[in-house]
């Protein structure tokens, strides 16, 4: 499985070389940043733009794409707002439902939506703890992410780096297994961000993947 970064279209090594040592050139498009993409109300657009990028991972041999970004626009500095939709989750979920929907018509090939969950402000976020009610949690920030499951069932999510209510996304059972499989229906792959996570078997626990070298990616 080969992974790559988003958000504004797949990202590979320009240059690289076959079995046989021969030099093979990597084109891809950079698409519009999804801020931009959520301005235009357009789902029918997000989902060519959506096709597209799946069209360019089968034709150079990508499986996931690591992407959507799909939290909630709470803060004008965090670092990653370019790569989210909206300050408003149903705006977030039908935009990150249509380009889903588009990469995914592509065979063989499918999305990773993240940073599961409130990934708001880059600084520090690999220890940053969220304090959040769960009725925040659901009617703002998981929002997003039922709609995409239950609209366009992805084909991965990916946890972020910081704590939610003192424990780490990534080994957080509820959030990870009892909401998106129980109540949701996914039945896809959950995985870590890059090496994201203080304890392996509590990951392990929490029914996630952790994210390693061999995905080449990281996001």
């Known amino acids: 499985m080969r992974s790559t970064c988003g958000p504004a279209g797949i990202r590979v090594t320009a240059e690289t070389t076959d079995k046989d040592g021969n030099a093979v050139y990597n084109y891809c498009t950079a698409f519009p940043i999804g801020t931009l993409l959520a301005q235009t109300w357009n789902t029918d657009l997000v989902n060519r733009v959506g096709k597209a990028i799946g069209e360019e991972m089968v034709e150079i041999g990508v499986t996931l794409w690591l992407a959507p970004g799909m939290n909630i626009h709470r803060d004008p500095l965090c670092g ?114 890059w090496n994201g996570g203080s304890s392996t078997p509590l990951i392990v626990l929490a029914g996630v993947l952790q994210a390693h070298p061999l995905l080449q990616g990281t996001d």
């Open 80 to 193: 990653r707002n370019f790569e989210y939709y909206s300050e408003d989750p149903a705006l977030t979920g039908y935009v990150g439902s249509a380009i889903t929907a588009g990469v995914q018509s592509n065979k063989g090939v499918g999305v990773t939506i993240k940073h599961y969950i409130t990934n708001n402000q880059e600084t520090n976020r690999s220890a940053v703890n969220t304090s959040v009610s769960e009725r925040t949690l659901r009617e703002i920030y998981l929002k997003g992410f039922e709609m995409v499951v239950k609209s366009a069932q992805p084909m991965a999510i990916m946890s972020s780096y910081n704590k939610v209510n003192g424990t780490y996304a990534c080994e957080n059972f509820d959030l990870l297994t009892s909401v998106p499989r129980g109540e949701w229906g996914f039945d896809g792959l959950i995985m870590t961000d």
